[in-house]
């Protein structure tokens, strides 16, 4: 969203364009999958053989944690030279994300709670296996 000149930034280009959103299946049942099954190998103190995790993964079959499981949601990309932005208060579920621009640089400006759930539980599961 900036016009470059010899390798130099020069002035902001696209002021129109408010922000881009982005429609997207987030693979929730596969990540939640992916934790359990660490989860289980941090209980055994060794890695799931591939009979022990393909059991494993056909008995979560139609549950919170079966692969198959995907959630539509929106991630928007904020253009911070936009003449008008827009409004937070937009794309604000459980699943959606948003990024943007503070103190100049480019962060998550909001995650919904099951985005944090999801994290958090991947968190934890990845200090589990640091152990």
Avoid: C
């Amino acid at each position: 969203m900036i016009r470059y000149a010899v390798d130099e930034p020069i002035e902001a280009q696209n002021t129109t364009i408010s922000a881009i959103i982005v429609l997207q299946h987030l693979p929730l049942g596969g990540r939640r999958l992916s934790a359990a099954a660490k989860r289980r190998e941090a209980e055994l103190g060794r890695q799931l053989t591939i009979d022990e995790f393909w059991n494993f993964m056909a008995s979560l079959r139609g549950s919170e944690l079966d692969p198959g499981l995907r959630q539509l949601r929106v991630v928007v990309h904020d253009n911070p030279y936009a003449r008008h932005q827009l409004s937070e208060q937009m794309f604000r579920g459980p699943f959606d994300e948003r990024y943007g621009t503070r103190d100049e640089m480019i962060v998550r400006l909001y995650a919904g709670e099951e985005v944090l759930k999801l994290e958090a539980d991947e968190e934890e599961v990845s200090n589990l296996a640091a152990k």
